[in-house]
């Protein structure tokens, strides 16, 4: 089974940036697709932005269109989440999860088959 371990959160100010990090055990992102997903507190965990390096197509939720984008990290089996002009509507724990299929990705966390711990994102002044 991949694990899947995320870094990188913290508290920003509101229009600050900060990048995520998801971790696999295995080398699975090259053909994996890989999923961010957070929850806010109240609220249910909801999908925000997937990607696959085997069609190269990316799907975002519109909360994070043009502020958010997915790429590779500084290793093999890592992946990152770059967010810009952070919004207190932002603050949520972040989870990136990992699924074999279908292709394109969906937001929908039913189609991912492994899953990090979170991380936590406080956006506040």
């Known amino acids: 089974q991949v694990q899947l371990v995320e870094s990188g959160g913290g508290l920003v100010q509101p229009g600050g940036s900060l990048r995520l990090s998801c971790a696999a055990s295995?080398?699975?992102?090259?053909?994996?697709?890989i999923g961010w997903f957070r929850q806010a507190p109240g609220k249910e965990r909801e999908g925000i932005i997937c990607?696959?390096?085997?069609?190269?197509?990316?799907s975002y939720d519109d909360s994070v269109k043009g502020r958010f984008t997915v790429r590779r990290g500084d290793s093999k089996n890592t992946m990152d989440l770059v967010i810009n002009d952070l919004k207190p509507d932002d603050t949520a724990v972040y989870y990136c999860?990992?699924?074999?299929?279908?292709?394109?990705?969906?937001?929908?966390?039913?189609?991912?088959?492994?899953w990090g711990r979170g991380t936590q994102v406080t956006v506040s002044s």
């Open positions: 999860a990992g699924s074999i299929g279908p292709y394109p990705c969906r937001l929908q966390a039913a189609t991912y088959d492994y």
């Open positions: 295995q080398q699975v992102w090259d053909t994996a697709i």
């Open positions: 990607t696959s390096e085997s069609d190269h197509r990316t």
